[in-house]
């Protein structure tokens, strides 16, 4: 069974850092797209940034410059350094991966970790 494990959230004041981590495991075979979505109070659930298995990245306007996706192939791992943060960037985050195991592809959702931006 293929799961996602995220680590890395928490309280952090406007203008900080965090750098979260999601880490695939199981029957894995291949691993291609990977993504972060985040999820605000009241709203819904958006795609902040893609990164393919060759490493090309898409990222949202609104974090463009201040956020960055990145992956450890060999480790089957997302990152997302989030820098210069804002009260607005509070959110659950998700990560989110197209994973094929022994047999077919999948679309594998992680857990969620909280990002709070508060001073």
């Known amino acids: 069974q293929v799961q996602l494990v995220e680590s890395g959230g928490g309280l952090v004041q406007p203008g900080g850092s965090l750098r979260l981590s999601c880490a695939a495991s199981?029957?894995?075979?291949?691993?291609?797209?990977m993504r972060w979505y985040r999820q605000a109070p009241g709203k819904q659930r958006e795609l902040v940034t893609t990164?393919?298995?060759?490493?090309?990245?898409n990222t949202v306007t609104s974090v463009k410059g201040r956020f960055t996706i990145s992956r450890d192939n060999a480790k089957n791992t997302v990152y997302l350094q989030m820098d210069s943060l804002k009260p607005e960037d509070t959110a659950v985050y998700y990560c989110?991966?197209?994973?094929?195991?022994?047999?077919?592809?999948?679309?594998?959702w992680g857990q969620g970790t909280q990002v709070t931006v508060s001073s």
């Open positions: 989110n991966a197209n994973i094929r195991d022994t047999n077919r592809w999948s679309e594998y």
């Open positions: 199981g029957s894995i075979f291949s691993v291609s797209y």
């Open positions: 990164i393919t298995s060759g490493g090309s990245t």
